[in-house]
Structures are given as C-alpha cells and as structure tokens.
Nanobody, 124 residues
Framework: QVHLVESGGGLVQPGGSLRLSCTASGGTFGNYIMAWFRQAPGKEREFVAVINRSGDSTIYAVSVKGRFTISRDNDKNMVMLQMNALKHEDTAAYYC?????????????????WGQGTQVTVSS
C-alpha cells in the first residue's frame, strides 16, 4: 500500500493554468503506475491521465488531451498534472491513484490506492 497526498488545487479563471502534485509514501514508488481521476458533483469518477512506471508512456482522456500533461519524478516520489487552457467543465475534485502493475490502465476499479482529492474550480 502507498499513501497519496494531492496538492495544488484552487480557483482559476477559464483559460488559466494549474499544476497539481501528488506525493507518495510508504511504498516503492517506481513499482506503481500513477493516474489522475476527477469527479464533478453528481457525476461518476472519470479517468483523466495515466503514466507508466518509467514515465515514458502516457494516456489521456479525450476531453483533456492537448491541454493536460502528466509527469512523474521517481526520485521525489511525485506525480504531477499540468493543466492548461482550463474550462468550466474541468471543475471537479481531482484524485491521484496508484496501482502496482507493469501495465497502464484507465479503469477506475483497478486502482487500489487513492488520495483524498484536491478541488479545482474553473470560474470567472
């Protein structure tokens, strides 16, 4: 098991940028694929982005591709999500998730380590 703590959320105007961070502890970070999910009020949690263990393979949801970038620093046990050109519909609680696996996946139920979430609100 790995403990995950997100940070970096906040209020931003449409078109603005935010950078989320997730710090892991209690496990061998390099053994985990890392992902970001989000959940808006009244909606199911949805996949945003995932990165493999070495950081050289990523997958993005169609809704964020070209605007968001996921990256990781295995020396610092951190995964980041750079969010640019933010839209009202990006408003949600964003969650960091980890799965001990060699294969990346976008399936929510396969992740067994979750952070507490950080709120992102896009509003003018």
């Amino acid at each position: 098991q790995v403990h995950l703590v997100e940070s970096g959320g906040g209020l931003v105007q449409p078109g603005g940028s935010l950078r989320l961070s997730c710090t892991a502890s209690g496990g061998t970070f390099g053994n985990y694929i890392m992902a970001w999910f989000r959940q808006a009020p009244g909606k199911e949690r949805e996949f945003v982005a995932v990165i493999n263990r070495s950081g050289d393979s990523t997958i993005y949801a169609v809704s964020v591709k070209g605007r968001f970038t996921i990256s990781r620093d295995n020396d610092k046990n951190m995964v980041m999500l750079q969010m640019n050109a933010l839209k009202h519909e990006d408003t949600a609680a964003y969650y960091c998730a980890a799965r001990q696996s060699r294969t990346i996946t976008i399936t929510t139920d396969l992740y067994d380590n979750w952070g507490q979430g950080t709120q992102v609100t896009v509003s003018s």
